[in-house]
């Protein structure tokens, strides 16, 4: 459906799911912390009164009083809250720094990354570590669990979950609840499929981890990949 179709109230969000929040006004923005407006204003249109009283700053309506926003027509308490609410996170927001992403140098630090979630378990899982192009963590996930082999581990989730990470490397690891660092044969296969795999999508495997309580095996430190 067309957003010129749909109620006013529900046009904000609307676009913003079609053209991402950066396309959003000051006003619609607003418009979608309140959820609507009142009988004579859209969300939107209501946004516009609030916003024109401070002047177009965020700063000076965060200064406002929750009974402040309550003089407006169709700001209720809870609507009040919720504006006042978004505006304290704003603020809170731009008091932090960008926590920094942790660089991975060395297998070391890959194993003690994946430490905490690969050390205890008394079932196979896998793993993925998605990296930029300076080594560092964008994010990881598991992928599977309950034993390693290529019908479980599934290369297209594996190369989408990297490609919505805008990842530029990965690191792949599983554990061995029995201890035993040797890789198993389906363990080798699996890597130089992926390994392939990433080639074609200019996403490199940099390392496989097999991780038990105690310790670990990197492929690429064994040159194994």
């Not at 700053?57 to 402040?68: A, F, G």
């Not at 060395?106 to 905490?116: A, D, G, I, R």
């Not at 793993?127 to 669990?145: A, D, E, F, P």
């Amino acid at each position: 459906m067309s957003i010129k179709f749909l109620a006013e109230d529900d046009r904000p969000r609307e676009k913003f799911l079609l053209k991402g929040k950066n396309s959003l006004s000051d006003a619609e923005l607003l418009a979608i912390i309140m959820g609507s407006g009142n009988r004579e204003d859209s969300a939107v249109e209501l946004g516009r009164k609030i916003l024109s009283s401070v002047g177009n700053n965020w700063h000076n309506l965060s200064l406002l009083q929750i009974s402040d926003l309550m003089k407006f027509k169709g700001i209720g308490e809870a609507k009040a809250i919720s504006i006042a609410t978004a505006l304290e996170i704003g603020r809170r927001r731009a008091a932090q720094e960008v926590p920094e992403k942790i660089q991975i140098t060395t297998s070391l630090e890959s194993y003690k990354v994946l430490l905490p979630y690969l050390s205890d378990l008394q079932t196979e899982e896998f793993w993925t570590v998605y990296l930029n192009q300076n080594n560092r963590i964008l994010g990881k996930s598991k992928l599977s669990s309950g034993g390693i082999n290529q019908s479980v581990v599934d290369l297209r989730i594996l190369f989408k979950n990297a490609l919505e990470h805008l990842a530029t490397g990965i690191i792949i690891a599983h554990n061995h609840p029995s201890g035993n660092l040797k890789p198993s044969s389906e363990d080798l296969k699996i890597t130089k499929q992926i390994a392939e795999a990433g080639k074609i999508l200019n996403i490199q495997l940099l390392d496989h981890l097999i991780i038990t309580q105690n310790s670990y095996l990197s492929f690429a430190d064994e040159n194994l990949l």
